[in-house]
């Protein structure tokens, strides 16, 4: 399994989205670009996360933050969550191999069927994850779980942001 080391790279990332092609190697923010993996359409957890972010993606924005979500479905599911969500202000993008997804350090599961708010698991998907990207490409911050529970709180993540850039606070974790 990989593990992304802090101040170091990250993996090229080149997903479609719902408002057309990204790069990450294109991003121009002024302090960071997050990128928060998430589990899919059928995932209740995620919907909720999502609609967090979507009402934070202003302030995010005003911190010098561009923020991607992204999952492994494929097109018609993230247009199915984009609108049952109501999400208005965020991108989502779409089709993330498991190539991409293990090269960021991403958990993998296996489909189990119908979940409990009766949506179908795609055969396989990642796990969520959160990553804060220098405009660089160096890697600032992540957070990967094996679970959709207990994810970062945006509100605090934009605090913690606040407090980085305030303080010049260096990246840690560094050390191998």
């Known amino acids: 399994m990989v593990v992304l080391k802090t101040r170091q790279a990250v993996p090229a990332l080149n997903v479609e989205t719902l408002k057309g092609a990204w790069s990450l190697s294109d991003q121009t923010p002024d302090n960071f670009t997050m990128l928060v993996f998430y589990r899919g359409l059928h ?29 492994s479905d494929d097109k ?7 609108a049952d969500w109501e ?3 965020i991108n989502l993008g779409y089709g993330l191999s498991a190539e991409q ?13 119908l979940t409990s708010i009766g949506i179908e ?11 804060l990207v220098r405009p660089d490409n160096t890697l600032y911050w992540a957070q990967i779980s094996t679970m959709p529970f207990a ?15 305030e303080k010049d606070y260096p990246a840690r974790g560094e050390l191998v």
């Not at 996360?49 to 923020?67: C, M, R």
């Open 101 to 113: 997804a293990q090269a960021w350090g991403l958990h993998r599961s296996a489909g189990r069927g």
């Open 87 to 89: 999400l208005k202000n």
């Open 121 to 131: 698991e795609p055969a396989e998907f990642s796990e969520p994850g959160l990553f």
């Open 76 to 82: 018609a599911r993230t247009e199915q969550a984009l």
């Open 43 to 71: 995932c209740p957890l995620c919907a909720k996360y999502l609609k967090e972010l979507d009402k934070l993606a202003g302030d995010f924005a005003a911190a010098g933050v561009s923020v991607l979500a992204l999952s």
């Open 151 to 165: 994810r970062p709180l945006f509100r605090e993540v934009l605090g913690a942001v606040n407090f980085v850039v």
